[in-house]
């Protein structure tokens, strides 16, 4: 088995017997890059030199003994996380030469427990679409099948992790960005409850729903990577000052008397039938693992969609408002008075869908419309948090589809918003109610595809998340199934 195969804390074991050194490890990575990459296009920037420097500082920390369990483990990042002196750019060509001068709070925990960045991932410009098409730079395509989507917007992060391009990465969820390519890819990926992750540092698009988070081969590295980029941050005004727990503790095969909360809105007209059929069986198999199943209702959930296209774009329509060609990034070159400085530089930055949203979020906000919209809005998102209060009250974690259908092929659903904007429809609630969930794979279609299961926890108690998802990864084998690229 070649070294970019294996996981974190296998290799971490290795690095720490000096059996390998993370040289060699990272240089295993960026072999595997250069052999996939032209395939897949998991990267928007790639950086082998920065990384053999990194690894070489972690081989000095591992001949001291000093050593975590990141220590020399090559991670790719999504390319809208600042990365000081690298190229960070969205996805978009209003920054597509923009280096920020500075290191996001999650990197600079990174480098604190000696990780090494191979690359910035490929991602739906300013992290808007659910196919990761919606980049300036390209498309990235699906490790298991290279006509389709791998889910977005973290699909680079998602990809690179399922194609073995990186040993795991981070990306970023807004209305299900993480957990949904998770589910196309095949792979483990943990949105954390709101605050848990600073995040100072991250180019914002709905900043009252955006979260960083983790993406790996299995769940164990889901919590090592968790374990480190979690934690309060004065820089962050939303991080969260509550305690850390080792999630690693979680992590025990043993769900008997654990009582799960299977949602009956989640079983509806529109839900493919083998993620149906993949769903409920990983249901049963929970069951038989001594966990107790009671249905649950989520009344409000049905407006969750609606309720976050007026919300994320009314926000993104304020965060990018920033990118007017004064500052920094792209600039129009002409001879233009400040409004036509700001039209030349920004109809052409900005891509279909980033505009589309801009203008549904202007509109939402806009006199004599805001009462109407993005008011009433976000009282429904009220509505869709107490509901997930009453349910937690009953359950320790709910279990639900991640993504209605399988990954999709490119090219089917650019020209259909609304059909885009379904794939979702699982992964918003999550969002909007600011809690913890996780998708780690749970069968496979016909056609090879995998299929996700998405557990939801109430707010903090992401050890819920990664006990239930640690004991089905233990009872079954899907997580070990890779793509034949």
């Not at 220590?71 to 390319?79: F, M, N, Q, R, V």
């Not at 296209?309 to 400040?338: M, Q």
């Amino acid at each position: 088995m070649e070294l970019y195969q294996l996981t974190a804390y296998q290799l971490h074991e290795m690095l720490r017997r000096k059996e390998v050194t993370s040289r060699e490890v990272t240089g295993s990575v960026l072999k595997r890059i250069a052999q996939v990459e032209d395939r897949v296009h998991a990267y928007i920037t790639r950086t082998p030199d920065l990384a053999m420097e990194q690894a070489a500082l972690a081989d000095r920390r591992l001949q001291k003994g000093n050593a975590g369990p990141l220590t020399g483990i090559p991670l790719a990042i999504k390319d809208l996380i600042c990365t000081r002196g690298v190229r960070t750019t969205c996805g978009s060509h209003i920054l597509e030469n923009f280096i920020p001068t500075y290191d996001a709070t999650v990197i600079e925990k990174l480098k604190d427990a000696g990780a090494v960045l191979v690359g910035k991932a490929n991602m739906d410009e300013f992290a808007m679409g659910s196919s990761t098409e919606n980049s300036f730079f390209g498309p990235t395509r699906n490790p298991w099948d290279l006509e389709r989507i791998p889910g977005g917007s973290s699909g680079g992060s998602a990809a690179a992790v399922a194609a073995d391009e990186c040993i795991a990465s981070l990306g970023s969820d807004t209305g299900g960005s993480i957990r949904q390519p998770a589910s196309c890819c095949g792979v483990v990926g943990i949105k954390p409850t709101y605050g848990r992750v600073s995040r100072y540092g991250l180019v914002a698009f709905a900043s009252s729903l955006d979260q960083i988070g983790p993406f790996s081969k299995d769940v164990r590295d889901a919590a090592l990577l968790l374990q480190a980029i979690c934690g309060h941050d004065n820089r962050d005004s939303t991080a969260a000052d509550v305690p850390c727990p080792d999630f690693t503790k979680a992590l025990i095969d043993n769900i008997r008397g654990m009582v799960l909360g299977i949602p009956r809105e989640c079983f509806r007209e529109g839900l493919d039938p083998e993620v149906e059929s993949a769903i409920r069986e990983a249901i049963r198999t929970l069951e038989k693992l001594g966990a107790k199943t009671v249905e649950v209702s989520l009344p409000h959930s049905e407006y969750a969609l609606a309720v976050y296209y007026l919300i994320a774009p009314a926000e993104a329509s304020s965060n990018l408002a920033r990118y007017d060609g004064v500052k920094y990034g792209f600039r129009a070159k002409g001879n233009f008075d400040l409004m036509e400085m700001y039209q030349e530089t920004r109809s052409p930055g900005f891509g279909a869908e980033v505009k589309r949203r801009i203008m549904l979020g202007t509109y939402a906000l806009s006199a004599g419309y805001y009462e109407a919209y993005y008011r009433k809005a976000a009282q429904v998102r009220t509505l869709v948090r107490q509901d997930f209060e009453k349910t937690f009250n009953q359950c320790d974690v709910l279990l639900m589809p991640t993504s209605p259908t399988p990954a999709f092929k490119l090219g089917e659903k650019v020209d259909d918003p609304l059909q885009m904007y379904l794939s979702d429809i699982f992964t918003i609630p999550c969002n909007l109610a600011g809690l913890p969930g996780l998708s780690l794979p749970c069968g496979f279609n016909k056609q090879g595809l995998p299929i996700g299961l998405q557990i939801l926890a109430d707010h903090f108690q992401e050890e819920k998340l990664l006990r239930a998802a640690y004991a089905y990864e233990q009872n079954s084998e899907y997580h070990l199934r890779k793509p034949a690229l």
